[in-house]
């Protein structure tokens, strides 16, 4: 068993660890492969065992015991409750509305939590060619909640995107009732560093949690905008042995190239 | 009914230089024997579509078949870039890549319409982002004559030639695939001509919990070809191997290494992946 004396926590884990907190039990969660997917299933395994775990790949229910490289993984199949087509996955399940969190990462956010995957750059000519919207764009629109992870720079935390692929709270308060999006919204964006939540009123990302070790005035110096702080801001509970060695376990899990 | 070709004779037949081009499989079941002897057949200008291009098209990019990529998630899953991909697109090598951008729901909205014989498909997606107007040509808002919503449609896809890998067919041409079918009935089904090549060809075609099946007379051809679909999979016949998607960051990472590969293995090679 590992212990947290043996090996300190990475920034990654932490928030792994954190993302996996916010998600309740009997959760319906739509997953992108990478930390998403480490995340929920680190839920799974710990505080939320009946959390629903649906990939984009048309597996519903999946209860993977090694942690999948894919999104479409053959173990996500064989665990599933039900295996539909990519068609159906998207319209009558997600498009339906039955989705209760989607969980997404990015290159590039915005106060806004707008989020860029698609390039750095011009879109023609661009500087880095990322690999696009994906099931993201459809995702931010319609799971009745976003939860966004990603790690926090000023290279990611800008002020303006190079590319909108997915809609947060767009330009203003209020634009995504004008653009009929049935979802919440991103309620909140976990990084290495804390977590931010929007503003009630002015939708703006604002830090209301820092993790140990790190610091509001660092969470500043990372952010591309004047970055609001919560007066309340909460300190981060150290993840728990449990969670450590799951998520170890789980990560160790994952193929290395041989 | 679907002819039964050897691999190399329904390439010939089936694909030829500008075809817009179909090889779907969505992780699972990708028709990799088929897109390489695609580049052995040095196949050129070909309009390549498929919702997330995967080494498959790392490949064929990279070998110069591409003109035109419609796509709707280009990435190495879980690894990273497809670096081929982006050495088109960044630098124009080896020649330039027009883009045609959609969301996975667009883009499996667009493969049932085809299917359905619908000039455009419907749903509730892209508003607010810029997916939107960059790929206006697709994407349009339209108004529900019911109710009076603003919903999106986009385009239909219709290419020349749609071709998937599945488990099995039997000797008249009928077609059983299980597991994660993605949108390889869409595709089959929307395509002018299709190709399904197949992990092994048996009598009988015996009954399998969650498969589908594709009746002789909607397929084109089918190839046999064992071990078609790695380094991705076949459900129930061999692992997708992770081991080769990390590989492949390394392989691509630059054109000489990416060249000796695959001159290695896809063109001194005949059908083996």
Same mark, same amino acid.
């Given at each position: 068993m590992t212990t947290k004396a043996e090996a300190a926590v990475s920034a990654d884990e932490m928030m792994t660890v954190v993302a996996s907190r916010?998600?309740?039990?009997?959760?319906?969660?739509?997953?992108?492969?990478?930390?998403?997917?480490?995340?929920?299933?680190?839920?799974?395994?710990?505080?939320?065992?009946?959390?629903?775990?649906?990939?984009?790949?048309?597996?519903?229910?999946?209860?993977?015991?090694?942690?999948?490289?894919?999104?479409?993984?053959?173990?996500?199949?064989?665990?599933?409750?039900?295996?539909?087509?990519?068609?159906?996955?998207?319209?009558?399940?997600?498009q339906g509305g039955r989705i209760d969190v989607g969980f997404l990462g990015a290159a590039q956010i915005d106060r806004l939590g707008n989020l860029n995957s698609t390039v750095i750059g011009d879109y023609e000519r661009p500087k880095v060619r990322?690999?696009?919207?994906?099931?993201?764009?459809?995702?931010?629109?319609?799971?009745?909640?976003?939860?966004?992870?990603?790690r926090q720079s000023r290279r990611s935390f800008v002020d303006r995107l190079d590319f909108r692929s997915s809609v947060g709270y767009g330009d203003a308060?209020?634009?995504?009732?004008?653009?009929?999006?049935?979802?919440?919204?991103?309620t909140v964006v976990i990084t290495d560093l804390g977590v931010l939540r929007p503003d009630p009123e002015s939708r703006e990302l604002t830090l209301t949690q820092i993790h140990p070790g790190a610091s509001a005035e660092v969470a500043r110096e990372r952010t591309g905008w004047p970055l609001r702080v919560a007066e309340d801001l909460e300190e981060t509970a150290e993840p728990s042995d449990r969670e450590l060695r799951e998520l170890r376990e789980l990560r160790a899990t994952l193929e290395e190239p041989t | 009914m679907a002819e039964l070709l050897a691999l190399d004779e329904a390439v010939a037949e089936l694909v030829h230089d500008g075809d817009s081009v179909a090889l779907e499989g969505f992780?699972?079941?990708?028709?990799?024997?088929?897109?390489?002897?695609?580049?052995?057949?040095?196949?050129?200008?070909?309009?390549?579509?498929?919702?997330?291009?995967?080494?498959?098209?790392?490949?064929?990019?990279?070998?110069?078949?591409? +003109?035109?990529?419609?796509?709707?998630?280009? @990435?190495?899953? %879980? =690894?990273?870039?497809?670096?081929? $991909?982006?050495? /088109?697109?960044?630098?124009?090598?080896?020649?330039?890549?027009?883009?045609?951008?959609?969301?996975?729901?667009?883009?499996?909205?667009?493969?049932a319409a085809g299917a359905s014989n619908l000039p455009f498909g419907t749903l509730r997606g892209y508003v607010g982002t810029e997916l939107m107007e960059r790929s206006s040509e697709t994407i349009a808002e339209i108004k529900c004559p019911f109710t009076g919503e603003a919903l999106t449609a986009v385009r239909a896809l219709?290419?020349?030639?749609?071709?998937?890998?599945?488990?099995?067919?039997? +000797?008249?041409?009928?077609?059983?695939?299980? @597991?994660?079918? %993605? =949108?390889?009935?869409?595709?089959? $089904?929307?395509? /002018?001509?299709?190709?399904?090549?197949v992990e092994e060809i048996v009598d009988e075609l015996e009954p399998r919990p969650g498969a589908i099946v594709l009746p002789t007379w909607a397929v084109g051809a089918v190839a046999e070809a064992p071990h078609g679909a790695h380094p991705s999979y076949a459900h129930d016949y061999y692992d997708r191997d992770n081991g080769f998607y990390q590989r492949w960051d390394e392989i691509s990472a630059d054109r000489d290494s990416f060249q000796a590969w695959i001159e290695e293995h896809v063109l001194r090679t005949a059908g083996v992946t």
């Open positions: 916010a998600l309740t039990d009997e959760t319906v969660c739509f997953v992108g492969i990478g930390l998403p997917s480490t995340a929920a299933n680190l839920a799974r395994l710990t505080h939320a065992p009946r959390t629903v775990l649906v990939y984009e790949s048309g597996t519903i229910g999946s209860k993977p015991r090694n942690l999948p490289l894919s999104i479409g993984d053959g173990e996500l199949a064989e665990t599933a409750d039900a295996v539909v087509p990519v068609p159906e996955i998207f319209a009558y399940w997600l990322l690999p696009g919207g994906g099931g993201a764009p459809e995702i931010a629109a319609m799971a009745k909640e976003v939860i966004v992870i990603m308060p209020g634009d995504r009732k004008r653009l009929g999006m049935p979802g919440r919204g991103p | 992780t699972h079941l990708i028709p990799f024997a088929a897109g390489q002897e695609i580049i052995r057949q040095g196949r050129r200008d070909l309009t390549l579509i498929r919702m997330t291009p995967d080494l498959i098209y790392d490949q064929m990019i990279g070998a110069g078949c591409a +003109r035109k990529l419609i796509f709707s998630w280009g @990435g190495n899953p %879980g =690894v990273g870039s497809l670096r081929r $991909l982006r050495d /088109a697109v960044e630098h124009d090598w080896p020649a330039p890549l027009e883009l045609e951008e959609h969301s996975h729901a667009g883009m499996a909205a667009r493969y219709r290419p020349d030639v749609g071709i998937v890998h599945a488990q099995r067919a039997d +000797r008249e041409g009928n077609v059983q695939l299980w @597991g994660i079918i %993605g =949108v390889q009935k869409e595709i089959v $089904l929307a395509s /002018a001509r299709s190709l399904v090549t």
